[in-house]
């Protein structure tokens, strides 16, 4: 048996154990894990040191190598998020619905854990620390695969968190890292079909494309973000140009900042060159539309690729409509559906933009960086679903869950 | 460009349209539809005539002939539906949610249409009706591929349909019939990420299997059911009789009828012995195990491959399990998670059965027969998910949903 069959077989049986584990118990162990992580601080920085000198050795960015490198203080940031979600209420058992029919019947329809997770995922190992707690709080075993760069690292994360398990009342085997770090590993969990519930990935668009695009088993797709600012006719300035800014620059790196700019060309033609220049000295590079580009000389001009590039970076492309319906209609064609957003002081337009754009989260008057599970207060976040099904935009704890309906009778038959 | 592309894309923007449409009109539209299907009664049994005709010549059985059949009969249930499910509550724009977080942004999450439904399904031409109607009142746009054998059935119904929209303000657009008989329809919309936002299997297993192994559209899985009734130790003879013989032969071709009969050994023998002699009252044919068949030398022995078939038949296996815990193993390993009954008056065995059975559905001292849309008072059906991910158990109205962020500021930024 292969190894990614024999956890997921183990990681199964486990979650039915943990299917009756409390919330208590469940708490204990995620407090005991936060101990054990701080305790074994050394021996997990070691086990980290080897990938770091692995991906140095292979000409890792500096960057990667920054997401990657572990610190006493890193550490103990991963800690704290256990106990964090050892706080939060435990969504399970809890009573959705409740209601009698004519022939006597009760139906109760409640929280139930989804059963084993499977986790596909990139360099950043605080990914194993809190994948496995918002699992484990759910009620549900998981199957961490991470990324080949931080095998050593997450590999003595693990080995930390089973013996805190140990400890506990929460089965050790619900929480499985498959080590061979082949390709191959994610295929077959891919196809896990009836022992995988569901499979999340966290990563780059290719990662992502790959899980959507091969999987059988259901996933939750999470991460892209093209997201849009539409600057309207009557947006007050100085708030158009905080948004923007802040929507681009105060972390381009990730899915919900903006990554197009679009503006009413009936916006002040000063204001709308302050804005830019306010962009512009936040560090962005601009990549405008022609008449951008007439407006200001010093912008690049837009490809036509550049209208659905996800840059995550200091760039930003820029497009002047000619109205609502062209925002709406450029919206349509090269958003992700991730987080939109429109500056306005038209009552009317705010409510035709919440209501047309099709999205997770539609913004009037507030950053798109706003789209986190823990800026909405969940108070832990598995990822951002940019689907339709299951959840859509940040998921908490309750996106970890299925339901069960209980039917208590006293002998009903159907007619 | 292809049939299920042109036609998907014409969907996808009638979608957009269909979402500003409001519930009094959609409700208009439905109730033209039910008007416009009787009034060309004629016209559809002509055009039914002709599929029954060539499913004559190629020898289809009668019992498939008799799905595939309609008459003036049918055809007024099928426009009762409609005229039911303008009757219903419209889940859009429900607001599930609503906070505020400590920066002044207001958060408000409400439902919202899906999109783009593709419904996959074989030969009952009532599906082409129901799945319509279900979508447009949530505002969804369908495209439908029903089965060859009923093609010119299904065209001239939605020629029909199509005729009442254009008097409505739903776009007839919304509702589109692939009528490209061939395979290779099925496998394009499987693959039509971007167009379709779900597709939604109705049919035997083999379709369900092969739309949930080669979709790389999310898919909502219905069906299969290999369901189970516990008769434990202390079950009142009488209604373990009554609900054994309703779950099994009130209708056996659907998915949430019985299809192994477990007992506990404990259970009295001459009551075992009556409860045996019901069911083959009833028309049933027992499959045992070996100490079923000791006891009664009428029954069939079981094979290996009985505990996980579905017979959709007068069939049941039959299997002496030592207790409780052997009859959760049993579910545990041949259960396909749809329904499953316990009868016992142990209170404590009830609640650990309802508690650890890992189904959509789980019964007390009730039929599995009760697992369905309308029985569980949800007005209408489109199907009975046996999935973990987004619905499970009997699909409603707002299943057909999903939900949208509305972010409310005064020019909130992220820190």
Request: aromatic residues 4%.
């Amino acid at each position: 048996m292969s190894e990614v069959r024999e956890k997921a077989t183990l990681a199964k049986q486990a979650a039915a154990v943990l299917n009756n584990v409390t919330t208590d118990q469940k708490n204990d162990a995620l407090v005991r894990m936060a101990e054990r992580l701080v305790a074994d601080t050394a021996a997990i920085i070691a086990a980290n040191e080897l990938d770091l000198q692995r991906g140095r050795d292979q000409g890792m960015s500096v960057s990667l190598q920054d997401r990657l490198a572990l610190t006493p203080g890193r550490i103990e940031s991963m800690a704290q998020a256990l106990r964090d979600i050892a706080q939060l209420p435990d969504p399970i058992g809890d009573e959705l619905d409740s209601f009698s029919r004519p022939n006597g019947i009760r139906i109760q329809k409640i929280r139930v854990p989804i059963g084993v997770v499977g986790m596909i995922y990139e360099a950043r190992p605080n990914v194993t620390v809190d994948a496995s707690a918002l699992c484990l709080k759910t009620g549900n075993a998981v199957v961490l695969r991470g990324g080949s760069a931080a095998l050593h690292t997450n590999a003595r994360v693990v080995e930390s968190l089973h013996a805190a398990l140990r400890g506990s009342a929460v089965p050790a085997d619900a929480l499985q890292l498959i080590e061979n770090a082949d390709r191959s590993s994610v295929d077959e969990m891919l196809k896990l079909n009836g022992l995988l519930d569901v499979v999340i990935p966290r990563g780059g668009q290719s990662l992502i494309t790959n899980v959507v695009m091969n999987a059988t088993v259901p996933v939750i797709e999470t991460g892209a973000g093209v997201c849009h600012t539409f600057v309207d006719a009557s947006a007050l300035p100085a708030m158009a140009e905080s948004i923007a800014v802040n929507a681009k620059a105060q972390r381009p790196s990730v899915c919900n900042a903006m990554e197009t700019l679009l503006v009413h060309a009936a916006y002040g033609e000063g204001d709308f060159a302050r804005l830019a220049e306010a962009l512009r000295a936040a560090g962005v590079e601009i990549r405008g539309c022609a008449e951008t580009v007439r407006r200001l000389p010093w912008a690049l001009p837009a490809t036509a690729e550049d209208w659905g590039t996800e840059y995550n970076d200091y760039v930003v492309s820029l497009r002047i409509v000619s109205g609502l319906d062209e925002a709406l209609a450029h919206i349509r064609q090269y958003g992700t559906m991730h987080s939109e957003c429109i500056v306005t002081e038209d009552h009317a337009n705010a409510e035709r933009f919440l209501q047309e754009v099709d999205a997770a989260a539609v913004y009037h008057n507030a950053s798109t960086r706003f789209t986190d599970g823990f800026e909405f207060g969940f108070g832990a976040e598995i990822g951002i679903s940019t689907q339709k099904l299951h959840a859509r935009g940040p998921m908490g704890l309750p996106a970890l869950t299925s339901t069960k309906y209980r039917i208590y009778g006293n002998g009903q038959i159907r007619n």
